[in-house]
Structures are given as structure tokens and as C-alpha cells.
């Protein structure tokens, strides 16, 4: 297959805390070996986006957050905007999926404005909210797997946020909490999904242990982009599913 | 008499006396029983040091530093307690205290100096409470943001600290740091003292994690003259004008072995006993402090060139026909650092990683994936992986790019890896432990005859 698709790494120097860099690398990997070629275009402060097949932006520290906020609004919010609705894949991570919902209201009482792709608020709670996390994922995306005999609906990652997140009635949830805290700690909810964007909390990279995840969001992307649909070739995530299920594991869901 | 001093005591060497009757390990417990019934016993127990404490903190850099400098303290004839085989909390150090001293808190023969690494959180109680006559940082990089946050956190509260210590307190700071050298803002200038390299190394720095990419005062981009590592460099704000400044004592030129150390007007070769370009670093630190403390520069010279490292730090040890150079992996600047270090030995390597998730290694291990791996990308044959979280790791190096496939060898615990190592030809083994699975395999390597040189 010689399709190339374009990834975007948004902020990949201002917003790179967590190690959500390896999510980028992970989607590369995948789709290359599926023999698709992956060019990886980057966009930080001052730097043009352009149109690509799939976005991802990563968690940063908050004081970063106001300047990517100030450097997002206006051209760059109307492309990611009108991507969204054109149904482009993008996986937002921690801080870059609170900065896509409409604010994020600190501590302090400031609000910092987000692009308002994501019907979701952010405001600041009084303790970070840090760990493992284990979700099901919301049926209304169609994923899961079989490993061995057992069907695979669970994401697993890693938490460390004190923004909650509150979404709208017509957003939906990534998944059900079912260790760890998720959007607020409240509602028992995890990330958010929106057309072909997924937002989450987790880190860990995310994709990396959640190989059905990551290949959803190549799916869409060549999909997308070409207009036909697609099964991806099978790879041996051997690996992968043991580093997830010793999550499962840990927390005692197997 | 300060009755509450004495009890505390008592009851801390009550509990360490049981731990070793009952051969637990756990060097901490009688450090955190000493402070929970006096909580000045760290301030009390080191005001008889007659040289006073000097506290050295920052993410990477705190062992080898100080145990450089003990190194240079015993040349000169002084004597010192220092928690090298300690934790590097307040209780860790207390702990380490109760041994040298009697009931009173008296040390039981003259101590000259308490040299103390402390933990970046914990530097802030202990500095506070103790008014060290110095304190050095390294510097600040990500690491264990599951305990800490964020970056910034730590370098706003260090920020403070400063400002509350006395004026006496000297305050050494790597230069090359923009987060650390924004503590010095606003400072007297003689209580500041800068060290840092002062040549363009031409090092490729492509690494695109950088925790100070903004200036750490004002958020504007910072423009680098000469970049070293991460965010390590030469630098100056665009907008406010925060810049790296002039270096009180610097290395002016590296080749292999020998580097160049530029103080006051005169330059000096040395011959450094620590590969790698981060310990360029600690070497400068040491002398910083060694040069503060009004010892000599060629006494410390002397001393430093005759070092061995820490166990762990890039020892190399001898263990059944293997040579194992062990090296702490806690996070990515330093063990990219590593890496690129040991890429410059020849041939294929053996690799093994221990990747541990406790709370003293970082209970998230999302930090792996900063690493760069790019240095040893056509050089790894085989890889080992033990530990808490052993498919981790062998997921972030299955998507690292490595030429040739190398072989990936999971194993349930050190029996079983040295088991392995025994039937691979290659006698030169890289082993990056996390802190804790670092004292697992001390532990492994004691109980099958290994004693020789740690503390």
C-alpha cells in the first residue's frame, strides 16, 4: 500500500510533559507496518497548522497552557474546527484535550479559552487526581478485541491531572471509569468522543498499550482520507496485549 | 538537657538496633521514628557539625556530586556525615545520623561537615529547618511528576526557599539551567556562584524534550546560542532579557579523557574518572563546592582523579566471568544521556532493564517514552527485561527503532536473567536499573558473594 497520510503533532515542544510523544510514534509504527507511508509534520507556537489526516496533541504543564491557548485561538481553531467536522481523527491527550473543550478556568479563577471543538469545561480542582485508570470504552465506538477467549473492551493508562473535566449532554464519554478517578472524579466518566476525535486523561503513551485504539484512529485516517473503507492487517500485538492485561492485572479486573 | 532530643533518639536506635537483629532492610524506619517524636532532631543532631551542612539537590547529578566531594573532604583530612547510603528524604538522613551519634545527639567523634542529598521536595523542609552554610543545584528535569506535579512546582517552591534562607547561605547554581538559574534573580551576587560549560561542545541535541523550551520567568521563547542537552545550554530571552550568566568556574574544552577547567584567570587540565558529558557536570559541582570551602584547586584535583564511582552510578563491577556496568536509569534526560555514553563502546551490545514502579522510582512509567533510544539503534542484540513492569519497557523499545530485531528476553526475576546472561558470549553487560530494582540487584549480587566496594 502506498498510501502516505500526514500526522500533525501539535505543540510538540510546548506541550510535551508526559511522555505522550510515544502515542505519535506508535501510530507511525503501526501504519508503516501495515506498509502505509507516515509523514509527520509538526505545528508549535508561531508555526502554521496544515490540513493533515490525523492531529495529536499531548498533556503540558499549566503554565504553558496560557500561551498555547493565546497562539490557538483564531486562524488555527477555525482549521482544527472545520477539521473535526470533516470527521479528521485527532487523539487530544491531558492538557491538549482540555485546550480543544471551551475553557479551562485555573485555580485562581482566570479562564484560559480552549478552542470549543469539544462541548466540555475544565476548571480546576483542589487535589491532582494521579494513577492507574482502567475503562470500558463506549459501545458507540465499535471497538474491542479477542485475545484468546476473552473480549477486550478496556483501555488502560495512567492519570495525573487537577483540571475536571464536565461534558455537555451531547458530547459522549471515551468510557466508563472503572479504576481511577476519569473527567472529574464524579461521574464515573473517562475522556470524551466526538466524531472521529478522542480525548482522554490517559497517558502512559496511551496508544501504546491500547493497540485497538491506536489502529481505530489509522482506520479512520486512511478512511477519511481516501473515502473507502478498510481492514487493517493483523500484527502480532502479542506484546502489547500482555503489557495490558498486566494492567488489568495490577488492579485486579482480569 | 533536651529530654525530647534524647528520647527520640533512643527510640530511633531502638528500631534500627531491632532491624538488624531481624536483618530487615528499611533504612528509613528509625529516621522517621526520631522525627515524629522531635521534629528538630535533623537541626539539633547537625548543629555540631563544626563546619557546618552543605545540602546538594537537583533531578539528576546528587550522588555522584557528593560523593565526589566526600571524596576531596577526606583527602584534605576532614571528616563528614553524608547519607550516600541513605534515602534522601529527612527521615533517610536522620536515619543515617543516629548511627555516629550518642543519646545526647553528640557526634561520637569530630565532624567537620554534614553533606546531604536531598530529594527536590524535601530539600524545601530540610534547608529551612537546618540553614545549611551552602546548597547546590544541579539542576531540573522531569522526573516522577507522579510525586511532584510538574516541573515548575518544584522551581517556584525552590524559588522561595532560597529567599528564606540567610544571607550567609552560599548558593551554587548550574548556569547552563535556565529554571536554576532563575533562582538566582534578584539575589546578592556574592551569594551566588555559577558553574557551567563555557565552549561549544558541538553536541546534537535533537532531543525534543526540554522541560524550560520558555523562559522560566516571563514565558517567552528562549533563544540558545549553544545547546549541550535538553534544555542544558547557552541562552537568552527574547523578551526579558534572562540570560546564562558569566560562569564563575567552567569547562573550557573536553577530549576524551581530559577536561579543561577555566577558575579565576587560570585553566587546568584534569583527568576526569567519570565517562559521559553529564558528568562534565558533576565534576564542576564538586569543584564549585570543594573551591567554596577554601580547599585548594589542585588538592581537589588530586582527589577527584583518583575516584571510584557509586555503586550503580557507571560502576563497572566483575561478577561471574560478566563485566556488568550498572547504570540508574530514574529518568529520560538521564538515561538518554546514558545511552548516547555507552554507544560510544564498540560492537553489539547486551541490554538489560529493570523497570521498577514504586513510589521511590515513579509509580507512572510513562516517562520511558521520552527516552531516546536513536544512539544505539543498530548496536542492541539482545535485551532483557525484569522488573514490576518488564512489558513496558519492551513495548517502548519494541517502537524504538532498533535495526536487526534484537532479541527480547522476559524474565520473572534476577535468577532467571542472570540464567540468560550466562549463555550469551558478549562479556561487556549494560544493566539500567530504576532505584528500587537497583537495590534489588545490590541485594542479588550480595547474596551470591558479590561484596566488594559499596557502602
Known amino acids: ?254 | 538537657m533536651d529530654i525530647r532530643l534524647i528520647t527520640a533518639i533512643a527510640a530511633g536506635k531502638s528500631v534500627k538496633l531491632a532491624l538488624t537483629v531481624f536483618q530487615s532492610g528499611g533504612t528509613a524506619a528509625p529516621g522517621l521514628i526520631t522525627e515524629t517524636i522531635d521534629k528538630n532532631a535533623l537541626k539539633k543532631i547537625s548543629s555540631g557539625f563544626k563546619q557546618g551542612v552543605i545540602l546538594i539537590s537537583g533531578t539528576n547529578g546528587k550522588t555522584t556530586t557528593a560523593r565526589l566531594l566526600t571524596n576531596a573532604l577526606t583527602n584534605q583530612g576532614y571528616t563528614f556525615l553524608a547519607n550516600s547510603a541513605g534515602s534522601n528524604l529527612k527521615r533517610g538522613i536522620i536515619s543515617v545520623l543516629l548511627e555516629q551519634v550518642n543519646l545526647t545527639g553528640r557526634p561520637r567523634r569530630k565532624i567537620d561537615f554534614g553533606i546531604f542529598e536531598c530529594d527536590e521536595m524535601a530539600l524545601i523542609e530540610i534547608a529551612k529547618e537546618i540553614k545549611p552554610r551552602l546548597i547546590l543545584l544541579t539542576n531540573l528535569f522531569r522526573d516522577q511528576l507522579d510525586r511532584y506535579g510538574e516541573v515548575e512546582t518544584i522551581r517556584k517552591k525552590w524559588f522561595e526557599l532560597i529567599r528564606s534562607l540567610p544571607n550567609e547561605t552560599k548558593v551554587i547554581l548550574n548556569a547552563d539551567d535556565p529554571g536554576i538559574r532563575s533562582l538566582a534573580d534578584y539575589l546578592n551576587e556574592k551569594r551566588v556562584f555559577f558553574y557551567g560549560i563555557g565552549f561549544n561542545p558541538n553536541r546534537q541535541n535533537d532531543s525534543i524534550i526540554s522541560d524550560f523550551s520558555r523562559c522560566p520567568n516571563c514565558g517567552a521563547s528562549l533563544y540558545y546560542q549553544t545547546e549541550f542537552f535538553s534544555h542544558l545550554g547557552d541562552y537568552v530571552c527574547s523578551k526579558c532579557g534572562l540570560a546564562r550568566p558569566k560562569l564563575d568556574l567552567s569547562a573550557v574544552a573536553i577530549e576524551n579523557e581530559k577536561i579543561e577547567i577555566a577558575y579565576c584567570g587560570r585553566t587546568e587540565k584534569i583527568t576526569t574518572p567519570l565517562k559521559g558529558f553529564y558528568n562534565v557536570y558533576n565534576l564542576l559541582a564538586a569543584f564549585s563546592i570543594g573551591l567554596n570551602l577554601k580547599i585548594d584547586f589542585d588538592q581537589i584535583q588530586k582527589s577527584l582523579e583518583k575516584f571510584k564511582p557509586a555503586f550503580g552510578r557507571q560502576e563497572i563491577i566483575k561478577f561471574n566471568s560478566k563485566e556488568l556496568f550498572i547504570s540508574l536509569a530514574k529518568n529520560p534526560v538521564g538515561l538518554t544521556e546514558t545511552i548516547k555514553t555507552i554507544s560510544a563502546d564498540p560492537g553489539k551490545k547486551t541490554l538489560i532493564f529493570l523497570l521498577n514502579d514504586k513510589i521511590a522510582d515513579g509509580v507512572d512509567v510513562s516517562w520511558i517514552w521520552d527516552v531516546d533510544f536513536n544512539s544505539i539503534k543498530n548496536q542492541a542484540e539482545t535485551i532483557i527485561f525484569n522488573g514490576r513492569r518488564p512489558y513496558d519497557m519492551g513495548l517502548r523499545l519494541k517502537y524504538a527503532d532498533l535495526e536487526n530485531r534484537p532479541r527480547f528476553i522476559f524474565c520473572r526475576n534476577l535468577n532467571e536473567v542472570f540464567k540468560n546472561l550466562a549463555e550469551i558470549k558478549i562479556e561487556r553487560v549494560y544493566i539500567f536499573p530504576t532505584y528500587t530494582a537497583l537495590m534489588d540487584l545490590k541485594k542479588f549480587l550480595a547474596r551470591r558473594g558479590y561484596k566488594k566496594f559499596w557502602t
Open chain 1, 1 to 254: 500500500m502506498d498510501q502516505e497520510l500526514i500526522l500533525t503533532h501539535l505543540y510538540p515542544k510546548t506541550m510535551n510533559t508526559y511522555g505522550d510523544q510515544g502515542n505519535v510514534l506508535v501510530f507511525k509504527k503501526r501504519a508503516e507496518w501495515r506498509g502505509f507511508k507516515i509523514k509527520i509534520l509538526t505545528a508549535d507556537l508561531d508555526e502554521p497548522i496544515k490540513k493533515s489526516d490525523f492531529y495529536f496533541f499531548g498533556g503540558g504543564q499549566d503554565q504553558e497552557q496560557s500561551l498555547v491557548s493565546k497562539d490557538l485561538i483564531g486562524l488555527k481553531t477555525e482549521l482544527l474546527k472545520a477539521e473535526a467536522e470533516n470527521f479528521k481523527p485527532m487523539l487530544l491527550i491531558c492538557g491538549g484535550y482540555q485546550l480543544l473543550g471551551e475553557y479551562y478556568q485555573t485555580a485562581d479563577n482566570k479562564k484560559i479559552v480552549g478552542a470549543g471543538i469539544l462541548a466540555i469545561r475544565t476548571i480546576a480542582g483542589p487535589k491532582r487526581m494521579i494513577g492507574d485508570i482502567v475503562l470500558n470504552l463506549n459501545p458507540v465506538l465499535g471497538i474491542s478485541e479477542q485475545i484468546n477467549d476473552k473480549k477486550i473492551t478496556t483501555v488502560v493508562g495512567f492519570e495525573n491531572h487537577s483540571g475536571k473535566t464536565y461534558l455537555d449532554k451531547n458530547i459522549k464519554p471515551l468510557g466508563q471509569i472503572v479504576k481511577g478517578y476519569g473527567n472529574n472524579g464524579e461521574d464515573k466518566t473517562e475522556g470524551a468522543c466526538y466524531k472521529n476525535i478522542i480525548g482522554s486523561y490517559g497517558h502512559g503513551s496511551l496508544l501504546a498499550k491500547n493497540p485497538h485504539l491506536a489502529d481505530y484512529l489509522i482506520k479512520k485516517a486512511f478512511e477519511v482520507k481516501t473515502g473507502e473503507k478498510i481492514e487493517l492487517e493483523n500484527l502480532d500485538d502479542s506484546l502489547e496485549w500482555q503489557a495490558h492485561l498486566s494492567r488489568l492485572n495490577y488492579s485486579n479486573l482480569k
